[in-house]
């Protein structure tokens, strides 16, 4: 009966029932789209602190798309002790319910989401604000995203020389290894420190989780003239001045990263109480069809916080995915 059981899906159902990257990024430029118009619901995510260090935050990430009838929340948790640990950084559990009744109809694993939906919503800038001629991409930090990253990055503008730099020797080896055998990477190279990885890059991201003592800021100057710049982490290592000066400087919700702006003091993000208001939003971009053709000159900063949006339309089709193979576990309430 329906509001008696939901479908559980675990992290190996969630991989089986993800869709291909076409698709991923087609939902998360519906998901930015929606955000822009209207049509998601999406009040900005509350942030839990639990200590100051080492930092660990929670997050939830509720979203509702009147098109579609789509409602669901993540609990999401980033623990940036925890990779010394041999644990991710990154956690999440999503919950999606039935927009009529509001009884839950899934709880799925949000990790892979997480990662995938990140590196989509980086996708709709990609596709569309990388300059035309990408010589070098370079990605700080070789964690989970940077992988999720690089399929992204294979899809969009196939053909790059990567540099990557991770502080972990083992990590950064590893990543290295696996980059080389992707389709779309014409080479890659181990970068000795940020700065030389970072340097005349076209299209770069940072994708670390702590800053460590004698790393560069990533000023404009370091980066190619063109260069799309994407900070995966916020204000951790790209400072206010390079969006300042950055000849666009988008983020994916305008309410969701004033609210957090606003709160920098009390969450111990000093620097981002200083970051400008942005030129405009990725779904404003996308609603305006701005394409590699029409971007502007110059540096481009596109930070995407993370999005309930984001999480929600990619959830919902791994559920949809679920149900029609018959894949998860169907638990009572
Ligand atoms: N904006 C979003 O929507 C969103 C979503 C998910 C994750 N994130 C953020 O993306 C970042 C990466 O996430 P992940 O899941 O890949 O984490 P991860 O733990 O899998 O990988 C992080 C990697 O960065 C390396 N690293 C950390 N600090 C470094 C430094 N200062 N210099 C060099 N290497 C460094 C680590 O060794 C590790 O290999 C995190 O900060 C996370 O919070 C953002």
Redesign the pocket.
Known sequence: MAGSTILYLTKADVLECLPPVERRLELADYAMASLANGNCLMPPKPELMTRVEPEGAFHALPAFFRDRDIAGCKW?C?F?A??PRGL???SALIILSDPDTGFPLCVMDG?LV??H??AA?SGVSIKRMAPRRVGKVAI?????????HLEVLCATIPGFPLWV????AA??ED?AAWAGEQAGVSEVHKGGS?AETLQGADVAI???????PG?PYVVPGMLGTDCLLL????N??VPASTAKEASLFLV?DRAEFTYYRDQADRLAMVAFKDYPDPHETIGEAVARCLSRETRPDGLIVS?????GA?DVSAASEVYQNARKRAVGTTLAL
């Open positions: 999401s980033t940036a925890n990779p991710p950084s990154v990790t997480t990662a939906r990140t919503v700080w930090g070789a964690g989970f995203q940077a992988r999720t730099y991770d502080s972990d990590r950064l990543y940020v940072t994708a670390t989780t702590v800053h460590n790393d900070p995966l982490e916020w951790l290592q994916d930070c995407a916080l993370g999005t984001a």
